[in-house]
């Protein structure tokens, strides 16, 4: 078993891994170039501590334990006796590779490196290696300590035995792993574009607004999250970021493409709770607005079927492309992102038949390519099958 873990970076995501790893029994250590940093995470972690010793999660002994087995480091021969770092610094790929070419150079030749990307490409990360084989996606969700799911990505240099100890690892740290293939987005921000796409393409057509939308896939849907509370908790900028990088490195497939109105709102500073100002307004007397039904229109039915479908159509192009297994998938989604059900179980519920229909109705009506079915709902549909999840 893995038992000496490098963490660089000592921001949210990176302290949170390490509470993870260390809770598992690991010795960790954070490295970051910043004292101040390093100097918040452990602040951080004493909170977390105490407030799971308020609430009888642990006992001070157990407190005492997990924070005992995390050091905080700012060179990086500390690192040297890792089994596995892994990296959660800022997604931008270039400093990735440099970080990934140096730390290469304090560690043993058979410690893992891994990065904790949630979009980039691995294989690019790793070619900035000498041994590109000990090279893997391991990507956390936020916040690390409380969701499930782990996404593991092979690149296509990655070996076998890199992957089977990090699944293991991960497995043994107490999470749910999903495999996924080095496509953009991996699995939850491939899968998941059609939540906050559709929506705003929704608004931008007039049908509902903001908070008529959210209420629907909350109230309706049983999301815990409506897609533009949801964009503003995670931030405009960060959302429209992401969505742009998949865009891009599907060729400019249009089923992601951004949208004007998030790029618009990200421009004029409006990036949500950050900000105290997003899709809605945080301020300290702002009132958050009521949803508006319209007579004529059953609007909950027409919001929520029509992002449903194309989530549905999202997760069953993943399968059809080999990203993932069907099982995978649907645990990404519902442990990775809360979502109330598996989007392929959802599928089997709803009938494929109808996920048909209702992509083709969408075709029908806009003839974007934006709308096309997956080839996966057609052959099912044909052949009465449904997926085995």
């Known amino acids: 078993m893995i038992k000496n873990i490098g963490i660089i970076g000592a921001g949210t995501m990176g302290a949170g891994i390490a509470q993870v790893a260390a809770t598992a029994g690991c010795t960790v250590k954070i490295y970051d170039t910043k004292t101040d940093a390093l100097e918040k995470s452990k602040a951080d972690l004493e909170k977390i501590m105490n407030r799971l010793v308020e609430k009888g999660r642990i006992d001070a002994n157990e407190k005492e334990r997990i924070q005992n087995n995390i050091k905080?480091?700012?060179?990086?021969?500390?690192?040297?006796?890792?089994?596995?770092?892994?990296?959660?610094?800022?997604?931008?790929?270039?400093?990735?590779?440099?970080?990934?070419?140096?730390?290469?150079?304090?560690?043993?030749?058979?410690?893992?490196?891994?990065?904790?990307?949630?979009?980039?490409?691995?294989?690019?990360?790793?070619?900035?290696?000498?041994?590109?084989?000990?090279?893997?996606?391991?990507?956390?969700?936020?916040?690390?300590?409380?969701?499930?799911?782990?996404?593991?990505?092979?690149?296509?240099?990655?070996?076998?035995?890199?992957?089977?100890?990090?699944?293991?690892?991960?497995?043994?740290?107490?999470?749910?792993?999903?495999?996924?293939?080095?496509?953009?987005?991996?699995?939850?921000?491939?899968?998941?574009?059609?939540?906050?796409?559709?929506?705003?393409?929704?608004?931008?057509?007039?049908?509902?607004?903001?908070?008529?939308?959210?209420?629907?896939?909350?109230?309706?849907?049983?999301?815990?999250?409506?897609?533009?509370?949801?964009?503003?908790?995670?931030?405009?900028?960060?959302?429209?970021?992401?969505?742009?990088?998949?865009?891009?490195?599907?060729?400019?497939?249009?089923?992601?493409?951004?949208?004007?109105?998030?790029?618009?709102?990200?421009?004029a500073g409006y990036l949500g709770r950050k900000t105290g100002r997003g899709f809605y307004n945080y301020g300290e007397n702002a009132v958050k607005p009521e949803p508006v039904f319209k007579d004529d229109l059953n609007i909950e039915e027409l919001v929520f079927e029509r992002i449903l479908v194309m989530l549905i159509n999202e997760a069953a192009d993943a399968l059809f492309w080999n990203i993932a297994s069907a099982k995978d998938i649907d645990n990404a989604m519902t442990k990775g992102v809360n979502y109330p059900n598996g989007l392929l179980a959802w599928a089997n519920e709803k009938g494929i038949e109808w996920c048909v229909a209702k992509m083709d109705e969408l075709y029908d009506r806009y003839h974007e390519d934006r709308y096309r079915c997956s080839p996966i709902l057609r052959e099912m549909k044909e052949n009465g099958n449904k997926f085995d999840v």
């Open 72 to 267: 905080y480091v700012n060179t990086l021969k500390e690192l040297k006796d890792s089994h596995m770092t892994i990296e959660a610094i800022i997604e931008n790929l270039d400093i990735k590779k440099n970080v990934f070419s140096t730390i290469e150079k304090f560690v043993s030749d058979d410690c893992i490196l891994a990065s904790n990307t949630s979009s980039l490409s691995i294989a690019s990360i790793a070619s900035s290696l000498e041994k590109p084989e000990r090279c893997i996606g391991i990507h956390f969700f936020n916040p690390a300590p409380l969701m499930k799911l782990v996404e593991v990505i092979p690149a296509v240099q990655t070996s076998e035995e890199t992957l089977n100890i990090s699944i293991q690892t991960i497995k043994d740290w107490g999470k749910t792993v999903a495999v996924a293939k080095d496509t953009p987005g991996f699995i939850v921000n491939r899968v998941a574009r059609p939540f906050y796409g559709e929506a705003l393409r929704i608004y931008e057509e007039g049908i509902a607004d903001f908070a008529t939308i959210d209420w629907t896939m909350t109230n309706y849907g049983g999301f815990k999250m409506g897609p533009f509370e949801l964009m503003d908790f995670i931030g405009n900028d960060v959302n429209y970021t992401v969505t742009e990088t998949v865009f891009e490195a599907f060729y400019y497939d249009p089923r992601y493409k951004p949208s004007f109105t998030q790029k618009r709102f990200a421009e």
